[in-house]
T-cell receptor, first 114, second 111 residues
Framework: DAGITQSPRHKVTETGTPVTLRCHQT?????MYWYRQDPGHGLRLIHY???????DKGEVSDGYSVSRSKTEDFLLTLESATSSQTSVYFC?????????????FGPGTRLTVL | QKEVEQDPGPLSVPEGAIVSLNCTYS??????FMWYRQYSRKGPELLMY????GNKEDGRFTAQVDKSSKYISLFIRDSQPSDSATYLC???????????FGTGTRLLVSP
């Protein structure tokens, strides 16, 4: 999990509460991503960022928002958590220096919405 | 139909066996093919990548791409219990393209 931390690592919350997950990198990589991982679905992209204040939606963005005010931090917010958002959330980074989208992943955040 | 299909397993083999893990895909624009290994309760880590067709070898691991069949494989020789993990294939097109992941195959190597 070189240079990527996620916080919190575990969280239990109740339906309807706001939740913010944080991804922090020390690699100075330009691109950052948020995925969720669920059985039978694999990794699905929620949102990604291609620079400070530049973000775009992934395939499962409904109910999520993101912000990136600094190169090193990418925040994922669940405005009003629902039980369907119970999942493991992974942050990833890439820099395209290799010429392809080689992504490095953080350790994950396990979120339970009751 | 999913863009990338991968058998979820589990695939159980004895130590020392040759393991073959596979993915099929439908998008002919995919050019970059990657394999990630994910241990339980950890993040995925990049194991190997290949560009376009052909083989690539790294120690006990060989990645193979057959674009004509839209089929990629990861072979593990002399498998070890430490290879027990979930293996995810991922692929993308040229330029900056989002990665599309398979659902992962769980591998169990018994001593």
């Amino acid at each position: 999990d070189a240079g990527i931390t996620q916080s919190p690592r575990h969280k239990v919350t109740e339906t309807g509460t706001p939740v913010t997950l944080r991804c922090h990198q020390t690699e100075n990589h330009r691109y950052m991503y948020w995925y969720r991982q669920d059985p039978g679905h694999g990794l699905r992209l929620i949102h990604y960022s291609y620079g400070v204040k530049d973000t775009d939606k992934g395939e499962v963005s409904d109910g999520y928002s993101v912000s990136r005010s600094k190169t090193e931090d990418f925040l994922l917010t669940l405005e009003s958590a629902t039980s369907s958002q119970t999942s493991v959330y992974f942050c990833a980074i890439s820099d395209r220096q290799s010429g392809y989208n080689e992504q490095f992943f953080g350790p994950g955040t396990r979120l339970t919405v009751l | 139909q999913k863009e990338v299909e991968q058998d979820p397993g589990p695939l159980s083999v004895p130590e020392g066996a040759i393991v073959s893990l596979n993915c099929t895909y439908s998008n002919s624009a995919f050019q970059y093919f990657m394999w990630y290994r994910q241990y339980s309760r950890k993040g995925p880590e990049l194991l190997m990548y290949t560009y376009s067709s052909g083989n690539k070898e790294d120690g006990r691991f060989t990645a193979q791409v057959d674009k004509s069949s839209k089929y990629i494989s990861l072979f593990i020789r002399d498998s070890q219990p430490s290879d027990s993990a979930t293996y995810l294939c991922a692929m993308s097109g040229t330029g900056f393209q989002k990665l599309v992941f398979g659902t992962g195959t769980r591998l169990l190597v018994s001593p």
